[in-house]
Every structure is written in structure tokens, then in C-alpha cells.
């Protein structure tokens, strides 16, 4: 080998090796760009999909005027937990309220409602007493709560943000109602414009004098809301 060709080999080498690995350098780049992409244009579709079925909701159409609740499809479910061993409920019924609903601007609609603690029930005889006695409701001083909101604001497609003022033994405070139009139109049996909404909150008892035994058992309780009311018929008395 003359001396041309031993500086020749080592370039020729070297030339090589950098031919050699620069496409794997260039393949591994844009595996590492496609790589860090993906996920985000995997999220686009599903936004957009949880967009699209929120906007294609169809509306309910109700209509306005001042609704009397049904104390026979108005249901209040409080629960709790009992020591982390059990999660009891009690029902309030006996409902007795108006619903103003305004189908044009819900922010002027409005809902007032009194629960007769006489319509507590827990399912139990023994618990019914306790609840109703001073440790917690004190039913004999005060044989009702009553919510008055004082806000309604839209919250989306047939949902409601509604706020108002909660009073249990004297003690009144602010309580956000998450509400869902159920329906509206015409009662197939009274034949009068009828309207329907669930609702849910989460509050704590002693915000009301009734926090006998927290921690043990909780002080959150969750609230769940059914109801129905119609208008009332045509000549009929309105609702005061």
C-alpha cells in the first residue's frame, strides 16, 4: 500500500461511519416530533366530540308562568355516613312551593319552597324521633325548613345554576342548587302545562344547628331533589 492509500483509508473511513449514522439520526428526530405531537392531535378529536354533544343537546321547551309543586312527585333525599360503616338516608315530603319559570330569560325565574318536618321519614320509627328531637331538627321549635332562591342563572343545555337562601332552625344560609330540566310540556293526565327538574347539593349540618355526633357521623350531607309542578288550569285560582 503506497502512502496515498494509507491516507486515503482512515478519511474513506471516517466518511464511513458518518454516512452510516446520519440516517438514524434523522429517523430518530422525527419519531421523537411525531411522538411528542400525537397525543395532542389524539386530544383534538375527543374535545371536539364532547363539544359537539353538548351543542347538538336539544333544548326542552317549557312554558313560562308560576308552577305549583306537586307534593306527590317532589321528593328531598338527604344521606350521610354513619361512623364509615354505612351511608342512611332520609326523605322530606310534603312539599309545598311555587316555581316561576321564565322560558325567555331563566334568570327571572325563581322558586320558593317550605318542607314540614312532619314529613321527615328515615325509614326507621326510632331514628324519625331522634332526627325530630333537639339533638338535631328540634321539630316541636321549628316544624319547617323552606328554601327562597335568590339567583337562577343558565349553566348549559336544559341546566340550571340555581342559588338561594336555605333557613333550618332559624339559621339561614346560602345554598347552589345544580339543576337539570327534566321536562315540560303538556301532563298526559291533568292535561296542564306540567315542568320537571332534578337537582343536587352537598351541605354541612352544622351550618344549620343540626351537627350532632361529627365527625363520626358526617357533617357533609348530600341532597338530592326530584320534583314536578303544573300550572294551575284555566279560571283556576293562581298559586300565591
Not at 331538627?137 to 328554601?147: C, G, I, N
Request: aromatic share 6%.
Amino acid at each position: 500500500m503506497n502512502t496515498t492509500q494509507k491516507l486515503l483509508l482512515p478519511l474513506a473511513l471516517t466518511l464511513a461511519i458518518s454516512a452510516c449514522s446520519k440516517p438514524a439520526e434523522e429517523t430518530a428526530a422525527p419519531a421523537a416530533e411525531t411522538a411528542a405531537t400525537a397525543p395532542a392531535e389524539a386530544a383534538t378529536p375527543a374535545a371536539e366530540e364532547v363539544t359537539s354533544a353538548d351543542a347538538g343537546a336539544t333544548a326542552i321547551q317549557a312554558q313560562s308562568g308560576t308552577y305549583t309543586l306537586d307534593p306527590t312527585h317532589t321528593d328531598v333525599l338527604a344521606q350521610w355516613n354513619h361512623f364509615g360503616f354505612s351511608n342512611p338516608t332520609a326523605h322530606f315530603g310534603n312539599a309545598d312551593g311555587t316555581l316561576v319559570y321564565d322560558a325567555a330569560d331563566v334568570t327571572k325565574s325563581s322558586v320558593q319552597v317550605t318542607l314540614p318536618l312532619s314529613g321527615l321519614n328515615s325509614f326507621t320509627a326510632k331514628l324519625d324521633e331522634h332526627l325530630k328531637a333537639a339533638d338535631f331538627f328540634d321539630a316541636a321549635k321549628f316544624p319547617t325548613a323552606t328554601f327562597k332562591s335568590t339567583k337562577v342563572e343558565a349553566a348549559g343545555t336544559n341546566k340550571l345554576t340555581v342559588t338561594g337562601d336555605l333557613t333550618i332552625k332559624d339559621q339561614t344560609k346560602p345554598v347552589t342548587l345544580d339543576v337539570t330540566l327534566n321536562g315540560g310540556g303538556e301532563h298526559p293526565m291533568a292535561k296542564v302545562p306540567a315542568i320537571g327538574f332534578d337537582a343536587t347539593t352537598t351541605l354541612k349540618r352544622s351550618d344549620f344547628g343540626v351537627g350532632a355526633y361529627a365527625p363520626n357521623v358526617s357533617d357533609e350531607v348530600k341532597v338530592r331533589i326530584t320534583t314536578e309542578a303544573k300550572l294551575p288550569k284555566e279560571g283556576a285560582a293562581p298559586a300565591k
